[in-house]
């Protein structure tokens, strides 16, 4: 050691080092307006896009109420835009693939929440505390050898 410590007030400016300060998340938009994010949910990948507009879902090329004809899939998908309180202002437009309906549905959901936040980064907070940020990472388990399922045996019978 080359220089010896005496006080607290030396080892406080021994160690001092410049506060790391919070990421600044800026907005980020193609050339066309738009804001772009990939949205993952089981084994479905979605693509969306938004720009400002009157509220216009497109999904698959396919109107949001033909697509997810279910009541509770589109609750799932407005779910982001009711936290933001930005429920009529932009179009949306998603490619969806893999997985099924509900899987297709969180997808949307995690893509639109983040490109709500490329488009206006003040959303983050708001949207990450809901947990519409984070990717659920729950899949199927595998099937195991010796098993019928996953974890389910065959049925058992003493003779």
Known sequence: MAETISSLQDLKSATAE???LAPVHVQKIDKYGRAYATGKRKNAVARVWIKPGPGKVTVNGRELEVYFARPVLRMILQQPLGIANRADQYDITVTV???GLSGQAGAVRHGL???LTYYEPALRG???KAGFLTRDSRVVE???YGKRKARRSFQFSKR
Request: hydrophobic residues 35%.
């Open 97 to 99: 693939a893999g997985g």
């Open 18 to 20: 410049p506060a790391v």
């Open 113 to 115: 929440s983040k490109a």
């Open 126 to 128: 708001p949207l990450k």
């Open 142 to 144: 595998r099937k195991k």
